[in-house]
């Protein structure tokens, strides 16, 4: 158990419709990042956050958005779902961004969009 | 950007047997490479790690190798056992971008 934790583990929805995944980082990580893993594409980064700013953009679709919370968890929203979105989305935190690199990731939540 | 590139796709060995996956990077400013292990389903765990100020790092059966100059850095097993079997994934950042870069992923399969 990596200490991250992550929810729904499971979400199948329709296309055009709109879901939130939720990820908790580590107890003291300050950094979140969503990354996301299709058959045809890899892990992919999508966005990162560190103490509540967003710090990084990856290949994240204008379709989706984050944030994160005072309180550290943060949120990936997906709009407008297509049937490419299906794929399994994860969440890793770290400490921080300027020592530290260990990267921890969350079970992962596993979206289907029929 | 960064691009990561990992060979093979698929390493099949006899239980026993070393396996060696290999990566390169294309940016020369990275100085974080860590290696994870995912298996079916399941999250990629970190295995083992390197940063550029050394060359080597070792961690019971598991090595990584980082060779600068030429860019590319390796995962090396020994005496692999079949709990070994999973998705292998190399990946790279640097510390102006903390997020990782990873490779397409090794599916290696130890046979008993």
């Known amino acids: 158990d990596s200490g991250v934790t992550q929810t729904p583990k499971h979400l199948i929805t329709a296309t055009g419709q709109r879901v939130t995944l939720r990820c908790s980082p580590r107890?003291?990580?300050?950094?979140v990042y969503w990354y996301q893993q299709s058959l045809d594409q890899g892990l992919q980064f999508l966005i990162q956050?560190?103490?509540?700013?967003?710090?990084a953009k990856g290949n994240i679709l204008e379709r989706f958005s984050a944030q994160q919370f005072p309180d550290l968890h943060s949120e990936l929203n997906l709009s407008s779902l297509e049937l490419g979105d299906s794929a399994l989305y994860f969440c890793?935190?770290?400490?921080?961004?300027?020592?530290?690199?260990?990267?921890?990731f969350g079970p992962g939540t596993r979206l289907t969009v029929l | 950007g960064e691009n990561v590139e990992q060979h093979p796709s698929t390493l099949s060995v006899q239980e026993g047997d070393s396996a060696v996956i290999k990566c390169t990077y294309s940016?020369?400013?990275?100085?974080?490479f860590p290696w994870y292990k995912q298996e079916l389903g399941k999250r990629p765990q970190l295995i083992i790690d390197i940063r550029s100020n050394v060359g080597e790092k070792k961690d019971q059966r598991i090595a990584v190798t980082l060779n600068k100059t030429a860019k590319h850095f390796s995962l090396h097993i020994t005496e692999t056992q079949p709990e070994d079997s999973a998705v292998y994934f190399c990946a790279a950042s640097y510390t102006g971008r903390r997020a990782l870069t990873f490779g397409s992923g090794t599916r290696l399969q130890v046979q008993p």
């Open positions: 940016d020369s400013a990275s100085n974080y």
């Open positions: 956050y560190y103490n509540g700013e967003e710090r």
């Open positions: 890793a935190s770290s400490v921080g961004v300027s020592k530290d690199n260990e990267q921890f």
């Open positions: 107890s003291g990580d300050l950094s």
